[in-house]
């Protein structure tokens, strides 16, 4: 083990010797290559798929599940409007899926995932979805996809912006939030405040009870604010500082299943997020030192179940990051991540620790212009195991110039069992096992042209996961995880963009379809058997969506569609959920005078009135409608910099 | 130009693709079902998950029906099917999460009503006209009346009422602790409809019947202690208890071995010998036979498998053994003949706890 303690040390030395030696000349820097963020710069073999804005602009809501679920064709289980939601990319589970703030994965350490509902969308300025594997860049357990929010780099200019977004609709709907962002030549900030709430107590028809009544969604709204302030300072041309404070309370109560006549169940969570970060531009390399600390709070109560938890959470993360331009060709990267997590629950029988210090090493190598490879490797150790080393290696290049690309991944995932999965009473199991994962990708994609030809990509996957951890129900109304000897996930996912465009006339198409097989290969017991060959609970097989736009004349309509396929809800796949598509639109009118920007806009939210479900007996709102208004107000200074 | 009608002609075509594909199946809502002999099994499903069902064995035909309530009703059972009586033709589904009891003609299947106003209903029991729901969160006993299917009245008992004996006008009821501990059998005069006291026994009852002798008996599950984990220094053991329903005394006493919680008491039709689960995690066990006058526990079980439900057919002493093998999948029905010999299995529906005779 010390061995390769000393590898990666011995490796990181000769990376900094070779940049302060070799070239001490100034030669152009890779702009893109610096500001990149790792994730992405070290995913080349991975399909990037930018969430714009007209995707946000059709989504129903402004959280992060919302949003994923109207633009991108992975499948987010969402228990109820406002309802904790959370995402299963290419047949995974939401361990298996990353979201990453300011480079922190937001993965909850005592649950290994993240509630979409908690993150709203509108705190940062970019959102990408890495689709497939990234494990030794984005965290071990990374293997279905990995969502980054990132901020747009500060400017420094001296000038002013104000954004204000108000939005009203169905079911006590209302969402407002101020954006104000200000700097000049030293300092940039940016502030976002928000509140949003919701009744949600729609009607449906309960299938469920004798006469099939029409009835009222009851205990189903739920309260969210915060603010968000984030600060960049420019100290010189080379010292660059950045802080960011994320607070946010979000209160909702817990509907009841339709089977059940009513709840009374309700969940707050309350978090804090501080980060810290400061980048040094050297001449041919740049250093990364940031920290942040993670406060998050969970409180869930039922009085009528009379069962309540309490949750805390504190973690400490911090990475250091070293990148080096060994040339135009070669871009290197490396540096270590530290985590300390604690996490207080009643329901530990003591509170528990996660200590992990990671290792990193990352290759960016473009031999020939247009082909870019890929080797990452990551290191692991913790206070509880230590993991293997993990490795990935990708690659994208042109096949035929302006006309055809292609791209690939393979790469191992390695995913040690969260605390709940482990202390959890009743039901957490000491004995389970770490996930042990290998991922591949191969996939073309249609470069954009001049033609007005639709950008097409098309990837194949395939994963196999050994002791992949399953909650399953179990007696006493108690839920358990344990492991299934192996996991197979195959599957093919496809992306199409278009846009055309005559006289004042825009239009724009996405399409996203992906098939998943994702079932038990390998079996430990008897009767487990049965499953094998099954495909696993809540992944549909397939998932399409589209969103058509069309822009003039400062007015636009969006239409959006999506088709959810057959989840299985039992292992044996015995019953399932019928599929479902459900459509939006969105009219927007743009007013602009002089620096002021107005936005009107009208939703309509299931606009077939499909009755649905996502997850069994958990009720859906028919045809809603909301009205909303944007107001922007640019001030620039009268005086250049 | 072209291109762009193409695309406006495939674009308005992708909805009516999509729905085409999922076009429902309305199928007709009440097709009653001759159920007058054969065994229901009762699956409780998953929690949370509503998957609830009652499967049918006709011991006319052999056939079996899957889902035999929303088969014939139109509509599921719910959440968390917990158990199922038989009075008076009429067969009164217990349905725990769902705070509710279906009544059903327990010879076809067709429901008759739907009992609400429950919070965490477990068990019924009937005399006459009356009938008698156990009630987990509000620890007490409901009265219904059986002419109007309304609720009359409601009596307090101990913590977490399970199952129910009525005798000469005295209800027993095995207080099993619900979310803590009890370690009583509450008694309850049917006349005056009041408590009138308990009979200490081991802790946690969870099941009674009466013998040829007009005795009954008690079984305790112990506990599994607060690490919820049977096997360990905090476990508590089973017990067995027999007691006099004329005088309320306790008249026998067993004790299992230590980590042993014991569940599901049944007695076979003649009355004379006692059959019950014993396992470590408190919810599945071994068959274990117990003649009535027997004067020492059970050391090897009957039927070496563990079982989560246990029936014992009361014409032909045959066994039945509901097995699970996840909460997610449908589970599994052992029959043996009287000897205890494997006869034949049948998948029913996520997680059988019970057998009702018919």
Redesign the interface.
């Known amino acids: 083990m010390k061995l390769k303690f000393g590898f990666f040390f011995i490796f990181l030395i000769i990376i900094i010797n070779t940049a302060k030696c070799q070239f001490a000349d100034t030669v152009l820097l890779h702009t893109i290559n610096i500001s990149e963020i790792r994730s992405l710069l070290f995913s080349k073999g991975n399909h990037h798929l930018q969430i714009d804005s007209s995707t946000i602009a059709s989504s129903p809501g402004n959280n992060l599940a919302e949003v994923l679920s109207t633009g991108t064709s992975i499948f987010i289980k969402a228990y109820s409007p406002g309802g904790s939601a959370t995402i299963s990319a290419r047949g995974t589970e939401a361990r298996h899926n990353a979201v990453l703030w300011n480079g922190f994965n937001l993965n909850s350490p005592s649950l290994g995932l993240c509630d979409l509902s908690l993150i709203p969308t509108f705190i940062s300025d970019q959102i990408t979805l890495i689709e497939g594997g990234s494990g030794p860049v984005n965290g071990n357990a990374a293997l279905g996809s990995t969502v980054v929010l990132e901020n747009d780099l500060p400017s420094f200019k001296k000038n002013t912006n104000i954004g204000l977004n108000l939005e009203t609709g169905c079911f006590g709907n209302f969402h407002g939030s101020i954006k104000f962002k200000t700097g000049n030549k030293f300092i940039e900030s940016k502030t976002v405040l928000f509140y949003e709430r919701a009744e949600n107590n729609f009607e449906f028809v309960n299938?469920?009870?004798?006469d099939?009544p029409t009835v009222k969604e009851q205990n189903a709204s739920f309260k969210n604010y915060g603010l968000l302030q984030n600060l960049d300072f420019k100290i010189n041309p080379s010292n660059f500082l950045n802080i960011a404070i994320w607070y946010q309370t979000y209160f909702r109560e817990l509907p009841p299943?339709?089977?059940?006549?009513?709840s009374a169940a309700i969940q707050r969570d309350s978090l804090l997020r501080l980060s810290g970060g400061y980048k040094l531009l050297l001449k041919k390399s740049v250093l990364k030192i940031k920290a942040a600390y993670f406060k998050e709070y969970q409180f869930y109560n039922d009085t009528?179940?009379?069962?309540h938890y309490e949750y805390l959470t504190n973690s400490v993360l911090s990475e250091l990051e070293y990148r080096v331009f060994i040339s135009n060709k070669i871009t290197l990267n490396s540096g270590l991540t530290y985590i300390n997590s604690e996490a207080a629950f009643d329901e530990y029988?003591t509170s528990q620790k996660r200590v992990s210090t990671s290792f990193f090493a990352e290759i960016l190598y473009e031999p020939i212009e247009q082909w870019k490879f890929n080797l990452n490797f990551r290191k692991e150790f913790t206070n509880v195991e230590n993991p293997p080393f993990i490795p990935s290696f990708g690659f994208e290049g042109v096949i035929i110039k302006n006309t055809l690309n292609a791209f690939g991944n393979i790469g191992r995932h390695y995913n040690l069992p969260s605390m709940n999965d482990l202390f959890w009473?009743?039901g957490g199991n000491e004995n389970l096992l770490p996930e042990d994962a290998w991922g591949e990708e191969i996939g073309i994609s249609s470069a954009a042209g001049k033609n007005q030809l639709p950008v097409i990509s098309f990837a194949l996957f395939n994963s196999n996961v050994k002791n992949w951890i399953k909650w399953?129900?179990?007696?006493?109304?108690?839920?358990s995880p344990d492991n299934l000897r192996e996991v197979h996930i195959s599957g093919f996912e496809t992306n199409v963009s278009?846009t055309?465009k005559?006289k004042i006339v825009n239009?724009n198409?996405a399409l996203h379809y992906t098939f998943v097989n994702s079932a038990i290969s390998k079996s430990y017991?008897a009767?487990?058997t049965?499953?094998v060959g099954k495909q696993l609970?809540y992944v549909p097989q397939n998932i399409?969506n589209?969103i058509?736009n069309i822009h003039w004349n400062g007015y636009s309509l969006n239409y959006n569609?999506t088709?959810t396929g057959k989840r299985f809800?039992?292992?044996?796949n015995?019953?399932s959920l019928?599929?479902?598509?459900v459509?939006n639109s969105t009219l927007e009118k743009v007013i602009t005078f002089n620096t002021f920007n107005f936005r009107l806009n009208f939703k309509v939210m299931n606009l077939?009135n499909t009755s649905y479900q996502v997850i069994?007996?958990r009720p859906m709102p028919g045809r809603w409608y909301s009205v909303g208004l944007k107001f922007d107000l640019k001030i620039k200074s009268q005086h250049k910099n | 130009m072209k291109k762009l009608k193409i695309i406006f002609v495939t674009l308005s075509l992708l909805p009516f693709i999509f729905m085409s594909a999922c076009k429902k199946d309305e199928s007709a809502k009440t097709t009653p079902a001759n159920t007058s002999n054969g065994i229901f099994v009762i699956n409780e499903g998953a929690f949370g998950a509503a998957n609830g069902s009652v499967t049918y064995i006709s011991l006319n035909s052999g056939v079996v029906t899957e889902n035999l309530f929303e088969t014939v009703n139109g509509f599921p059972l719910g959440d968390i099917v917990q158990s199922m009586t038989i009075h008076n033709n009429k067969g009164y589904i217990i349905v725990n999460n769902s705070q509710k009891v279906e009544v059903v003609n327990s010879n076809d299947f067709t429901g008759i009503q739907t009992i609400g106003g429950l919070q965490g209903p477990r068990f019924f029991v009937a005399n006459g006209t009356k009938g008698y729901i156990s009630d987990w969160f509000s620890n007490s006993i409901a009265v219904v009346d059986l002419n109007t299917n309304a609720i009359t009245n409601n009596i307090a008992v101990g913590n977490g009422p399970e199952q129910m004996k009525i005798v000469n006008n005295a209800l027993f009821v095995t207080n099993v602790g619900g979310f803590g501990n009890d370690s009583t059998v509450s008694i309850i005069n049917l006349l005056t409809e009041t408590n009138i006291g308990t009979v200490q026994v081991g802790i946690n009852p969870n099941s009674i019947q009466k013998d040829i002798n007009g005795k009954l008996w008690v079984l305790c599950g112990g506990s599994t202690g607060p690490d919820y984990i049977g096997g360990t220094a905090d476990d508590i053991q089973g017990s067995l208890w027999q007691i006099n329903p004329a005088t309320f005394q306790v008249e026998q006493q067993f004790t299992m071995a230590f980590s042993s919680h014991p569940l599901k008491l049944q007695i076979n039709g003649t009355g004379d010998e006692l059959f019950y689960l014993s396992g470590m995690d408190g919810y599945t066990g071994k068959v274990m036979k117990f003649p009535v006058n027997a004067s020492t526990l059970p050391i090897q079980p009957s039927i070496n498998k563990d079982f989560y439900g246990l029936g014992i057919d009361p014409l032909t002493g045959g066994i039945l053994g509901a097995y699970v093998p996840g909460f997610s999948q449908n589970g599994f029905v052992f029959r043996y003949n009287s000897t205890a010999i494997l006869m034949d299995s049948i998948m029913v529906g996520v997680a059988p706890n019970s057998f009702v005779f018919n």
């Not at chain 1, 009528?304 to 069962?307: G, P």
């Open positions: 299938s469920t009870i004798r099939q299943l339709m089977t059940s006549t009513s009528k179940l009379n069962s029988k009473r009743p399953q129900p179990g007696a006493g109304g108690f839920y278009y055309h005559i239009f198409l017991t009767f487990e049965v499953t609970i399409f589209g058509f569609q088709f809800t039992t292992s044996d015995s019953s019928d599929p479902y598509q459509s077939f069994a007996y």
